[in-house]
């Protein structure tokens, strides 16, 4: 395992859309441990493939209940609404209040292939609208109603 370089606001890997994860190898676990020790050392609650330079769909989350990595992600519901602070490791420093949903509903695969659907709220439920949106090349600023100050 390894602590990978996050990428930073300003480089263009970070508004490229990114394409599927097509093979389930120990490449792609060597990856997700990569990603998951980066977002544990940058005290991150998550963190995208595209912010270690990596332009495939994936992202892993970790806001409290446990550790989540979701491979080819597919946000297929939400609902309700939440207003709160939003940052990313990709541009330090800076927060803002944030419209997204309060529940979504997500569809991935495990580092193994093996398909599953989480139920999320709060925290956790914007987390993983932020990480997708990474995937699509977009980042919180788009989301956020205003910036604050810290
Ligand atoms: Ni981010």
Do not use: W
């Not at 912010?51 to 892993?60: E, K, P, Y």
Request: aromatic share 8%.
């Amino acid at each position: 395992m390894a602590i990978r370089n996050i990428v930073k606001e300003g480089d263009p890997v970070l508004t490229k859309v990114c394409r599927p994860v097509e093979k389930f190898d120990d490449k792609l676990r060597t990856l997700i441990d990569d990603m998951l020790e980066t977002m544990d050392a940058n005290d991150g609650v998550g963190l995208a493939a595209p912010q270690v330079g990596i332009l495939r769909r994936l992202f892993v989350i970790d806001v409290g209940e446990g550790r989540f990595e979701f491979v080819n992600p597919r946000i297929i519901k939400t609902s309700g609404m939440q207003e709160s602070s939003e940052g990313c490791l990709s541009c330090p420093g800076e927060f803002g209040i944030t419209r997204r949903p309060m529940f979504v509903t997500v569809e991935a695969y495990s580092r193994y292939g093996d398909r599953f659907t989480i139920n999320a709220e709060g925290l956790f439920a914007k987390a993983i609208c932020h990480e997708n949106d990474h995937l699509d090349g977009v980042l919180f600023k788009e989301h956020v109603i205003r910036m604050e100050k810290r």
